[in-house]
């Protein structure tokens, strides 16, 4: 297993977001943190910290002590928690104080001060990692978790934070290292009377295990939509207020609405919850004959966008009769999963909807105002059904999001069917061993079993400090 440097230090940062609000929390982890956090603690009830038991609860004040003075520098609670039984598996202290960053940032240099060093990205849950309290699922769950967006990808990373995935890599595992075993002894004797047992046996457990990994890999798309979210698009000619739906959907003022057209002259993409679902908004700039190189371009993102959104938002405007331009979009996506949004219908009305809705080919529609607020309900409703009816959205279950680990899976599965093909061919046993061992190497770098340094420096650099 790869090797942190460092691994002794006693390190400290700050855990809570910078900002004003009740509580900062300085956390402390390593062989020192106690006697660290010892030597500036004055307890109220005048005990030692370092006599204390594990998982208790102390009131008192950190102190900044010369030889002469000891200056107060907060009120604090300091929670103490003893190795092993703590998130890093060392001894770590939590220092609650104020939240005030003048207070945070002088208990972290008194700290530092004191003997402890600054952590790096993540390195708290790095050393669980390392130190056997997690695996690298789980690590990669705790950042998921701190990333979430909806309630429905919390409940899947809370899945993969109890060691759900984890567990099914391990049962695969065992048995593709049960056909490994297997294929050794044919290797070592060939003459044996149960080789050709053995070798049904092995065939029997590859089987297995490239079920259980197809199994796995038929729900990352259903995981990435909810990890990424699902891509709506807003599209239309100019004027018919995608800006102003978008707004509406994220409920502030995040594109600029004006009666100019081509005000939005690029794409603007933003996330939303939509019924505990993650969306991908995608407000594009209106279809229109390109005045300039640059209206040109974010016509062809438009279409770009288009082509690779999961939901098409067509929106029409109620007070024009269908156009030219409109019916253009319609043909462009006509072949996919799109959703016909009557704007303006706080205006008097001048679209032929029966036109319209032979033109639409049994495609619904959604009445709304976007000036007048109505029919968002509605519209979000429709959304929901047709995403839903399309995806299925479930949160119940294992799910694979991180496409680290899919690809990891991709490649396991590539080796079992060659794995497959070589004793259908009766290749000398060798070779089968051989790409049984680079599958369960492949389901290691899940895991981090096997896991290259740089990899695994850059998974927990994308963690903030103090978690």
Known sequence: MYQFKNLDDTIVAIATPVGVGGIGVIRLSGKKAIAITGKMFQSASSKKLSDQKSHTLHYGWIVRKDQETAESIDEVMVALMRAPASYTKEDVVEISSHSSAVALKNILSLAVHLGARLAEPGEFTKRAFLNGRIDLTQAEAVLDIIHSKTDAFLKVSTHQLKGELAQELEVIREELMSAYVEMEAIINFPEDDTAAKNRQKVVSLIRSAQK????????????????????????????????????????????????????????????????????????????????????????????????????????????????????????????????????????????????????????????????????????????????????????????????????????????????????????????????????????????????????????????????
Do not use: W, Y
């Not at 190189?293 to 974010?298: F, H, I, M, P, Q």
């Open 212 to 467: 259980r990994i197809d199994q796995l890999l038929a729900t990352s798309e259903h995981g990435r939509l909810l990890k990424e979210g699902i891509k709506i698009v807003l599209c239309g000619k100019v004027n018919v207020g995608k800006s102003s739906l978008l707004n509406l959907f994220l409920k502030q003022p995040r594109a600029i609405v004006s009666e100019i057209a081509g005000t939005t002259r690029d794409t603007i993409e933003e996330a939303a919850s939509i019924g505990g679902i993650a969306f991908q908004l995608i407000d594009t700039a209106g279809m229109l004959t390109p005045r300039d190189l640059v209206e040109e371009e974010a016509i062809r993102r438009s279409r770009l966008f288009m082509e690779a959104a999961d939901l098409v938002l067509l929106v029409l405007d109620n007070s024009q009769a269908l156009t030219k331009e409109d019916e253009d979009i319609l043909n462009t996506i006509k072949d996919k999963n799109f959703l016909a949004v009557i704007n303006k219908c706080d205006l008097a009305s001048r679209l032929n909807e029966q036109d319209l809705k032979q033109k639409l080919n049994g495609h619904k529609t959604v009445k709304v105002s976007a000036l007048a607020k109505t029919g968002m309900k509605q519209l979000e409703d429709a959304v929901l059904e047709i995403v839903g009816q399309a995806k299925n959205i479930d949160t119940q279950g294992l799910f694979v999001s991180n496409l680290r680990h899919v690809r990891a899976l991709e490649e396991a599965r590539g080796f079992l069917k060659e794995c497959a093909k070589l004793i259908k061919d009766d290749v000398s046993p060798e070779f089968v061993s051989e790409n049984i061992k680079q599958a369960v190497n492949h389901l290691d770098n899940i895991t981090g079993r096997n896991i290259d340094a740089d990899l695994l420096d850059q998974i927990f650099s994308q963690f903030c400090i103090g978690k």
